[in-house]
């Protein structure tokens, strides 16, 4: 019978509504007339109408008008209450002052109090007996699909745990069976029929309850308080789910589509950075800007962030042409105020486009962040890599002196220290030719920023992963050894536009990228917190196994941000100031004269002995995989 009501439309839902409104007012007005006179009270002649045709008459209009049908009767809350309150008070008035002038009397008055106390008391306990028994319906309802149903703990109790909860009181996907939550005082109460929990009971509870996810519901929370209740959920196989921070979720109010997974930012609980107004505005604000690379993962990303800060032109050059419609396309819906932006088409190592550009615009500020990284592809393409990294940049620098622009920051990488590769290597060499020009030109403030893994690249290991978990394993992980430092691209490029700020000519800016992760941790910590099982020899039956494939060419097991220990700190904590050797320019200029020639005759070997000699910390871990050399 529920059921069949349930599934009435809205509109004859609320003809019923009314219908049983008319009839508990008619009631409550004998009643009310019954309690005043002390016997049952049978209506004659006019009062007929005064006690069943009236009431309703007055009621609907006003019941109506103060939009009392428009709750939903399984959601009623505070303000439908409210409303019933104001509503029923409005009738009890009106219809008083009616009866009062066609049965005038002392009694009137108390009348009107046995009549509103009456009519509130049914209208407002028929909605809340209706609610009781639709909830009792649907606690029936989800018990019967509790075995399809994901039963489900909440970690947290707070306003949002509690708003979560009510959300998920109403969902067939879910099946709360408990709270979780660190406070004492609350460990042990009940909150809407569940039990709180302190966590120590939790691998009771997610072995005795079946537990298939854990939502985390605290979205005041640090990135740190985070990672250490990731940490402690791990070992239990079970798929965690998280609520956003404050300032993310839709008028502060938790809904069930709020919840996510937990991106890589929330496992590795890295300190928030550092944002200063004034160092983001110094070399951007009213000014034109170039970024190279613009359709990159870190160029698309100085892109969004510059044009933010208001610069007067932003120039985005660009290889890749797709790269190039999509950051344009991206960057036109964001731009308020309707700043120029130049998307021109071409390579680093066209030297007449690359001055031509450079000639035609007034350049302020330059941010050059185009270059090949991924190590096994330059491994493998070693001329075309060297040519690119090196020579691209070289004519990059050539181009802003030679212009007068302002300021040129160099994207660098922690591979370039004590490089084993030639991506490495080569970008050790671009470092190399900006030291050197900053010795012998004060026009141009040439610097370099030089940081770790970015979250979310082309190259990150984060989606692969995920992307293996997804279509079941297995993760394939170079070595177990293996570790690197990890920075989200935001992160980065915030660091990258206040060190350009922060530095001098000639400087080495190294970022903070906090402890280096063990990739074979993160692998393993990701499959937890996805809810399934590490499949290896003491768990033949889990769920992903992770396959050490061995170390790419070039590769290495650790990388480094320094190569000497002359640093100095800065105003931002996670900005150091490093003074690197270099060789001068005189003796690099002949060098690098020889490594072009070299790259033209495409000799390979040659190439690398050249590269050896400008960058000595340089030891190559392969042999020399160029396709094209190889092909000779």
């Known amino acids: 019978m529920i059921d069949l009501l349930l599934k009435l439309p809205r509109k004859i839902k609320q003809i019923i509504m009314i219908f049983v409104d ?84 002392p009694a009137q008055l108390s009348i009107f109090f046995i009549n509103w106390s009456l009519t509130l008391l049914a209208i407002g306990g028929f909605r809340i007996f209706s609610l009781w028994v639709l909830s009792f319906n649907g606690n029936r309802a989800k018990l019967n699909i509790a075995n399809d149903a994901k039963r489900v703990l909440i970690y947290g109790s707070g306003v ?48 005795t309850f ?30 965690v789910k998280i609520l956003p921070g404050v300032s993310e979720l839709a008028e502060g109010k938790v809904s069930i589509e709020d919840l996510r997974e937990p991106n890589i930012k929330d496992l590795l609980g890295r300190k928030s950075v ?46 890749s042409e797709i790269s190039l419609y999509n950051i344009e396309l991206e960057l036109a819906k964001i731009n308020s105020h309707e700043i120029k932006i130049y998307p021109l088409l071409g390579s680093i190592n066209n030297n007449n486009l690359v001055k031509q550009i450079f000639n035609l615009f007034s350049i302020d500020t330059v941010y050059h962040a185009a270059a090949y990284k991924h190590v096994p592809i ?7 890599g060297i040519e690119n990294n090196i020579f691209g940049t070289l004519n990059c620098v050539q181009a802003a002196v030679s212009s007068n622009v302002k300021k040129f920051i160099l994207i660098s990488t922690d591979k370039a220290v004590n490089p084993t590769n030639t991506m490495g290597a080569s970008k050790r060499c671009a470092e190399q030719i900006l030291q050197s020009y900053s010795a012998i030109q004060n ?21 692969l992963f995920k992307n293996q978990i997804k279509d079941g394993g297995p993760i394939t992980v170079t070595h177990p050894e293996v570790i690197r430092f990890f920075m989200t691209i935001p992160e980065a490029v915030s660091l990258v536009i206040q060190s350009g700020s922060l530095s001098s000519n000639g400087d080495v800016c ?39 494939v061995g ?9 480094e941000l320094l190569i000497t220990n002359n640093v100095t700190k800065t105003s931002n904590p996670l900005i150091m100031r490093a003074r690197e050797e270099f060789m001068e320019w005189d003796k690099l200029n002949p060098i690098l004269d020889q490594l072009k020639k070299s790259i033209k005759e495409g000799d390979s070997k040659k190439a690398r002995d050249l590269l050896i000699k400008i960058v000595p910390e340089y030891k190559p871990e392969a042999k020399i995989n160029d396709l094209l050399y190889n092909a000779r």
């Open 551 to 559: 170390l790419r060419p070039g590769e290495k097991l650790y990388e």
């Open 274 to 319: 550092i944002f200063d107004k004034n160092l983001m505005d110094r070399d951007i604000l009213n000014k034109t800007i170039l970024i190279t690379g613009a359709g990159g993962s870190i160029g698309s990303e100085l892109c969004r962030q510059i044009l933010l800060l208001k610069p007067k032109i932003v120039i985005l050059y660009e290889v």
């Open 160 to 207: 949002a745990g509690i708003q979560l909860l009510s959300a998920l009181e109403h969902s067939l996907e879910y099946y709360p069976l408990g709270l979780i939550d660190d406070s004492r005082e609350l460990q042990g109460v009940n909150i809407k029929g569940l039990k709180v929990y302190s966590f120590e009971e939790v691998s009771e509870i997610i072995n």
């Open 22 to 105: 008319c009839l508990i007012i008619i009631f409550t007005n004998i009643i009310s007339f019954s309690v005043l006179t002390g016997n049952i009270y049978l209506p004659e002649g006019f009062l007929i109408w005064l006690t069943f045709v009236a009431p309703p008459l007055i009621a609907v209009p006003v019941f109506l008008t103060l939009g009392m049908y428009h709750s939903v009767l399984r959601y009623i809350g505070f303000n439908a209450i409210w409303t019933i309150i104001k509503a029923v008070s409005i009738f009890a008035i009106i219809w008083s002052f009616i009866s009062y002038v066609y049965t005038p009397g």
């Open 510 to 548: 190294v970022l903070d990228m906090g402890k280096p992760i063990r990739i074979d941790d993160l692998a393993k910590r990701m499959i937890r917190l996805s809810g399934l099982e590490i499949k290896d020899k003491l768990n033949p039956n889990g769920d992903i196994e992770i396959k050490y």
């Open 210 to 239: 079946n537990i298939d996810e854990v939502l985390i519901a605290i979205p005041s929370a640090s990135r740190a308080v985070k990672t250490a209740i990731f940490d402690n959920l791990e070992p239990f196989s079970v798929l």
């Open 378 to 384: 330059v491994e493998y393409n070693n001329a075309v």
């Open 443 to 463: 026009e141009t403030n040439l610097s370099i920023v030089r940081f770790g893994n970015v979250l979310g690249s082309s190259g990150s290991v984060i989606p």
